[in-house]
């Protein structure tokens, strides 16, 4: 199992940016991003495929958020433009051991590794 680090949390004004790294101590395969405010189940944000040629988002950050990687890294990226005060929350990176089709990297459960969650406030 891989140790996961997620970095580039912090406070931002609503309209502004942030970038959100992942870092793996090994070889991932589908990697995600999910979100999780205070009272709520954490929810998916954004995933990709091992060869970064696939990806797929919640329709909540569709044209706003960016899921990128670097496999010679082994390093996932999440850039986030035109944030909201309801993207407030804390963002957590997971991986796979396998490559996830479409459906199945929305589900938390298909996700082996998880780091300990970056906090992204954005105010208004």
């Known amino acids: 199992q891989v140790q996961l680090v997620e970095s580039g949390g912090g406070l931002v004004q609503a309209g502004g940016s942030l970038r959100l790294s992942c870092a793996a101590s090994g070889r991932t395969f589908s990697s995600g991003w999910f979100r999780q405010a205070p009272g709520k189940e954490r929810e998916f944000v954004a995933a990709?495929?091992?060869?970064?040629?696939?990806?797929n988002y919640a329709d909540s950050v569709k044209g706003r958020f960016t899921i990128s990687r670097d496999n010679a890294k082994n390093t996932v990226y999440l850039q986030m433009n035109s944030l909201k005060t309801e993207d407030t929350s804390v963002y957590y990176c997971a991986a796979a051991t396998r490559n996830l089709n479409f459906g199945a990297a929305l589900r938390r459960i298909m996700y082996d590794s998880w780091g300990q969650g970056t906090q992204v406030t954005v105010s208004s």
């Open positions: 990709i495929s091992l060869s970064g040629n696939s990806t």
